[in-house]
Structures are given as C-alpha cells and as structure tokens.
C-alpha cells in the first residue's frame, strides 16, 4: 500500500511540440492529469501559465526552469491544503517588487518606486 499522494499540479516533456530548430525541451502543465497548459523556452527562460488553486492562472515570467518546479511545488502545497492562496508566492512577490507597486513594468522604468 502506498502512502504517497498525487500532486496536483505536473510537468511533462512534450517532444511532439518542440520544432526542429528548438534547442530547449517545452513542457504540458498537467492539473490532475488534464492538460492544463504548456512551458516553452522563450529567449532568457520558459514562459507560461501554472493553475492556482482558486481557479485563476498565475504568470512568474521568464524564469528557469527550476524556478517554475520550486513554484509548481508552493502551488502542489496550496492545493493539497484544499484552500485559496493567501499568500503570494515568492516568485510573485520578487516580481511585483521589481516591477514596482502597480506591476506595470514601464511605470518603474521610469519613475522611482517612491514615485509610483
């Protein structure tokens, strides 16, 4: 007998996805075993959408993909706690504070975060 649990959230090499001038492999997000959506390397990092557990899609931008597996598994704790994220994760936080306040990326660029 097993004590171990499925996660909700996984990732999933999809080789039928990537093109032939791909060098990075892209990913399925599976929520509990559905495709949900995909990871594809983009220039600096892979980029997608993860499912949080209050139904909504949650972005962390280019990151690596550890990143995304370190977020996957806040995420995989969220869901088995059965409950909203009330806490944003730390992806999300570091983003927003380099981002600024407003999360607009261009209202930093130009003015100070004391500004905005």
Not at 17 to 25: G, T, V
Not at 49 to 60: A, E, R, S, V
Not at 99 to 116: A, C, K, L
Request: net charge positive.
């Amino acid at each position: 007998m097993s004590t171990t649990t499925k996660s909700a959230i996984t990732l999933r090499p999809a080789p039928h996805r990537k093109a032939i001038c791909e060098c990075e492999m892209p990913y399925g997000v599976l929520l509990h075993g559905q495709v949900f959506g995909a990871l594809y390397f983009n220039l600096r990092g892979y980029q997608g959408y993860l499912p949080t557990p209050d139904g909504k899609k949650l972005d962390i931008g280019e990151k690596t993909l550890a990143a995304y597996k370190r977020e996957i598994a806040v995420l995989n704790r969220a869901f088995k706690v059965d409950m909203p994220m009330k806490v944003m994760s730390r992806a999300v936080e570091a983003s927003r504070a380099a981002w600024g306040v407003t999360g607009r990326p261009w209202v930093s660029s130009v003015f100070r975060r004391s500004d905005v």
